[in-house]
């Protein structure tokens, strides 16, 4: 098939653009470059970026095999730098009651917003669920308080201090919990909690992490109220606080004499400078064992995998991974089972 030279052109400035921008992308994942934070945001565009070369790579082998070549290379440096985008579960997992699970939900301070309004309290509902999944341990962000009996199973509890100005965060476990704090990160609304669980005769340190948010909830307010040079400094603003925050966590960590497992909303995606920092040393719950897209996020048209369970990979092995499609918040649940490698 033959295609007339100005529009010929015009794709291949499209294929070139969309191959840039994702090895951009993968140089940034690597490389972060220290004054432009805001290139960090092209993280959230890796997913379509990988389709569109996909798709130009499927089109020029057709129309021209030799400009083939863009999108090939783009896509092999993409696959090397951020593997699949869609994971493919083949076996179902042999579960042990020895695994230890990890449940980790942003429940948005329990109330369930069907478009623009709040439609009701929905604890009971998400506090239900949780209990026919069993998790050993659950790790809550936007927690807002519910009755005791509610949370029962749950004996040890650790929560954001009271007092903080910012994001409550709760770590429930049915297994003690010897110690707890809570890092407040400079200039924020939002936090990490950990707690020290003891674990047979182990202790296992488990973050319950909520990152900063870039407050985007729909194509429209992103057009409307979010247009133009303000939201452009917002959005450098969130990337930085990133970059800020995931040092924060990462030098904690590297500071316990513990293993240690992430859970919660990073609030970016996994394709990151943060997120990569973050995850050094550590298995990506999802990555090894769950499939599909993994989409934590949903609101508006808008959705993206931004919740994550990260553990140690010298210290467990991932037994299973499940993203759960219950719309009881914007956000979505995962759990993850573990199991622990005793030394």
Not at 30 to 55: E, Q, R
Not at 137 to 156: D, G, H, M, N, T
Not at 297 to 307: H, L
């Amino acid at each position: 098939m033959r295609l007339a030279s100005g529009i010929r052109k015009f794709f291949v400035l499209l294929n070139v653009a969309a191959a840039f921008t994702l090895l951009l992308a993968c140089y940034n994942a690597y490389k972060p470059i220290p004054s432009l934070p805001l290139v960090d945001v092209i993280g959230i565009l890796v997913p379509p970026l990988m389709i569109i070369n996909l798709l130009f790579l499927v089109f020029w082998i057709w129309i021209k095999k030799q400009f083939a070549l863009i999108s090939a290379i783009s896509l092999l440096v993409g696959f090397w730098c951020f593997g699949s985008i869609y994971e493919i579960q083949f076996l179902k997992p042999d579960l042990s009651e020895k695994d230890l699970s990890i449940f980790s939900y942003n429940v948005q301070g329990f109330k369930y917003w069907a478009g623009k309004e709040a439609s009701g309290i929905v604890s009971i509902d998400i506090l239900e669920f949780i209990s026919e999944q069993d998790p050993d341990v659950v790790c809550f962000q936007e927690y807002k308080p519910v009755r005791p009996e509610l949370i029962a199973s749950y004996p040890f509890r650790y929560y954001t201090p009271h007092g903080t100005g910012r994001t409550s965060q709760a770590i429930l476990s049915k297994y003690p919990i010897a110690n707890g704090g809570s890092l407040n990160f400079p200039n924020s609304g939002n936090n990490a909690i950990y707690a020290d669980v003891a674990y047979g005769k182990d202790t296992i340190r488990i973050y319950n992490v909520h990152l900063q948010s870039y407050w985007i909830y729909s194509f429209r307010s992103l057009i409307k109220r979010n247009a133009g040079k303000d939201f452009m400094k917002r959005l450098q603003h969130t990337a930085a606080k990133h970059r800020e925050q995931a040092v924060i966590l990462e030098n904690h960590r590297k500071s316990s004499n513990h293993p240690v497992v992430y859970a919660g909303d990073f609030n970016q995606p996994p394709y990151s400078p943060s997120f990569r920092r973050l995850s050094e040393d550590m298995k990506d719950s999802f990555r090894e064992e769950g499939g599909g897209w993994g989409t934590t996020f949903k609101r508006n048209y808008i959705s993206a995998r931004i919740d994550f369970i990260l553990a140690d990979d010298q210290a467990f092995e991932v037994i299973d991974h499940q993203n759960f499609n219950i719309r009881k918040s914007d956000h979505l649940p995962v759990m993850a089972r573990l199991k622990y490698r005793s030394n």
